[in-house]
């Protein structure tokens, strides 16, 4: 089975109704998301683009993070 994002994530990306597709939706900030299940240690994640907006310049930014999402007490903005 796919992936999905977790339930948490930052106030400018919009998830679909399966949690397996994330969307920026305004602006460069506020767009963090996390899976829903932590990777396994050796466990290989594909990252795929399928589109990109017209009009910004900028990077996409790939990490991992060592807590639960549902722990913190703000999802930061970058």
């Known amino acids: 089975p796919p992936a999905r994002f977790h ?3 930052g106030a400018n990306v919009r998830l ?4 397996t597709r994330a969307t920026r939706v ?6 963090l998301c996390f899976s829903q299940e932590p990777l396994a240690p050796g466990q290989i994640f594909l990252v795929e683009i ?6 910004w310049c ?3 930014r790939v990490g ?3 807590r639960d999402p549902q722990s913190l007490a703000a ?3 970058y």
């Open 58 to 60: 900028g990077h996409l």
């Open 50 to 55: 399928e589109e990109k907006e017209g009009g």
């Open 75 to 77: 999802v930061p903005e």
């Open 64 to 66: 991992l993070m060592a």
């Open 7 to 9: 339930r948490v994530h």
């Open 16 to 19: 679909d109704a399966s949690r």
């Open 26 to 31: 305004e602006s460069f900030a506020n767009g």
